[in-house]
C-alpha cells in the first residue's frame, strides 16, 4: 500500500471525521510511517483547539466568512472539471479506434499472406 497516496484519508481517520476502510486501518496498525502521520495530525487537532480557547473570535465572524463562501463563483472550476472529464473520454474513445484499425488492419495482412 502506498502512503502517500492515502494520507488523506489518514489524516481524516486522525481527527475522527472517517473510520476508513478496513484495509487502511490494518495497514495504519503495522506502518510505522502512518502511525507517526496519525500521531502528528492529532497534536495538531489538540494544538488547534487549545489556540481555539486562547483567541477570542469576533461574534458573527463564522456568519460573514460563510456568506463570503456561499457567494464564491465556483462555475470555472466546475466547468473545467467538465471539460477534462470530456478531453480525458475523447482521448480513450481515439485510443480504442487507433486499437480497432490496428488490430483489423493486422487481421487484414494476416489474412492476405
Known amino acids: 500500500m502506498r502512503c502517500e497516496r ?6 481524516a481517520m486522525a481527527r475522527g471525521e472517517i473510520v ?3 484495509k487502511i486501518r490494518q495497514h495504519v496498525r503495522k506502518c510505522l510511517r502512518c502511525q507517526a502521520e496519525m500521531s502528528r495530525e492529532r497534536r495538531i487537532q489538540r494544538q488547534l483547539q487549545a489556540l481555539r480557547s486562547d483567541v477570542p473570535v469576533p ?3 463564522v456568519n460573514r466568512i460563510l456568506d463570503v463562501v ?3 463563483d465556483r462555475t470555472p472550476a466546475i466547468a473545467r472539471r467538465r471539460r477534462s472529464k470530456f478531453a480525458g473520454m475523447c482521448v480513450v474513445a481515439l485510443a480504442l479506434l487507433v486499437g480497432i484499425g490496428s488490430r ?3 487481421r487484414r495482412a494476416a489474412q492476405a499472406s
Open 59 to 61: 461574534g458573527g465572524l
Open 6 to 11: 492515502n494520507k488523506r484519508q489518514i489524516r
Open 20 to 22: 476508513g476502510s478496513l
Open 70 to 72: 456561499d457567494t464564491l
Open 104 to 106: 483489423s488492419g493486422r
